[in-house]
């Protein structure tokens, strides 16, 4: 069993694929063929041990633990019941990741859970490690544009994009990839953990379930390393970053390119990574009063803003069919839209301008109705976080304390410094959290241990309800102090 204090370390996974009759009628699931899976989505379980100190890291396939999607609000719970029961596990050292795809899985994937926890610990062994990073920049993009008026609007399914004129800027990324590679003492890598910042919902082109990115980038790592390996993917600070070409209309969407990329580019920093004895684990775990938000101020502006836009709209007489080709002909000959060039000319000769006076006519015509879909487009934004804040502000006036609940975890295993949270974290926060951090190689994961929705910054929350990311919002502004101030003090005590 190696020498006196080695880390020991076990890994399972248990396959967790939902079937059609398991899918939920949620609008996160109206678009998948579940009887059309072309990959399996997992429960992953990887048990460390260190004298009397034991860590449960568990990653899952799955939009989040609990609160939306498939996986039922009782789920942590039991799971962690369970655990503290058949092994004594204290519940604080559990740790459960969601990759955030939105596949569906199955009714009881609290017992498959614990399954692959029995599996993992059933065969624990001696273990080196060793941390490191990787580099992926092509695979994703920050969904948040910056506008000239000083907002800011989102990339998504749910509405259309602002008038490229009115774009200025767009957000970071982070392009690396969090390492942690455990070898066998006597044997090859037994499982590799990779933390990258991305949602993974581009889907596949039969529509079925997936695992989608993060999937078919495990998939690969499993295979370069064989021998049983397990890969890891721990989701990041991701909140604010889409797959590049999230809104492609020429292609069908295919998460394997993106996969297989990150996959190959997280196998190259493995080949960088050695492992020693370093057999230091440590978990700390601390529930926050994170403050809640009351939108009905906001939500009040945002009524008023709808009046307005709507007030602005102005009487055309053309409808869709008859604007299209007239945009077509104006753009194609601006100079004689309406007919050749020589009826033009034609009509000079005789001191006549009628063609002149219809191309007029028309483009004041066009103008106005290109001005009311952009206001509609500006409409339908709103109306879609205007939603948002009202379903949050409903919950914020029955919940009547003003706080929520939300665990913190920060676990070390030799090097590798995790930090976790059950928002979802925007990349500008975890970047900052990764500058200050006194540990070299300190990794943020969000949508861990339950689900609180996004949790932007407190700039982000100055744009309530421009973006997804600042109306899909529980939280108050002061809730990022809270966190850093809390996550400094873990990462010193770590």
Known sequence: MGKQGSLLAGVAAVDITGTADEQMDDPLYSRIEADKGTDRLYVKALVLQHGATTAVV?????????????????????????????????????????????????????????????????????VRVGTGTGHESSIMENRRLRLKDG????????????????????????????????????????????????????????????????????????EQLAHGAVAFFLQGCGADINPILYRDFDNPPDARTHGRQLGLS????????????????????KTLKIPRADLAERIVEMEQEQQELLASLRPTN?????????????????????????????EETLGRDDLRRLDAKNLQQMEIYADN???????????????????????????????????????????????????????????RIKAS???????????????????????????????????????????EKVFTDHVDELLKQL
Request: proline letters at 5%; glycine letters at 6%.
């Open 58 to 126: 568990i990653t899952i396939d799955a939009v989040a633990i609990e609160e939306i999607g498939s996986i039922r609000n009782n789920y942590l719970a039991r799971v962690r019941e369970a655990l503290q029961a058949e092994f004594q596990i204290a519940p604080s050292s559990v740790l459960v990741n969601a990759s955030h795809c939105h596949g569906v899985v199955c009714e009881d994937v609290a017992e498959r859970t614990i399954e692959a926890v029995r599996l993992a610990s059933e065969c624990l062994v001696p």
């Open 373 to 431: 879909v952009q206001t509609m487009e500006q409409l339908t934004r709103l109306q879609v976080n205007l939603n948002l804040l009202r379903n949050h502000q409903a919950r914020f006036v029955a919940d009547g304390t003003g706080y929520i609940d939300a665990e913190v975890v920060a676990l070390r295993v030799g090097d590798f410094v995790l930090v976790t949270f059950p928002g979802e974290l925007s990349v500008e926060l975890g970047l």
């Open 318 to 346: 053309l409808n869709l069919k008859s604007y299209i080709p007239l945009l077509i002909k104006h753009r194609l000959s601006p100079e004689y839209p309406s007919y050749d060039a020589h009826r033009y000319l034609h």
């Open 151 to 222: 907002h800011v609007a989102d990339v998504r399914h749910a509405y259309s994009l602002p008038p490229d004129e009115q774009i200025e800027a767009v957000g970071p990324i982070d392009p690396e990839i969090g390492i942690l590679r455990i070898d066998k003492v006597d044997g090859p890598t037994m499982a590799i953990v990779y933390h990258f910042a991305c949602h993974p919902i581009i889907g596949v082109p039969s529509g079925g379930n997936t695992a989608d990115i993060s999937g078919f980038a495990s998939r690969v790592i499993e």
């Open 266 to 285: 997280t196998m190259r920093g493995v080949g960088t990574v050695g492992c020693d004895d370093e057999a230091r684990l440590s978990v700390l775990q």
């Open 437 to 479: 951090s006194p540990h070299a190689h300190t990794f943020v994961s969000g949508v861990t241990n339950g689900y609180l929705y996004y949790t932007p910054t407190a700039e982000q929350l100055a744009n309530r309800g421009r973006a997804q990311e600042d109306s899909d919002c529980l939280v108050d502004a002061s809730w």
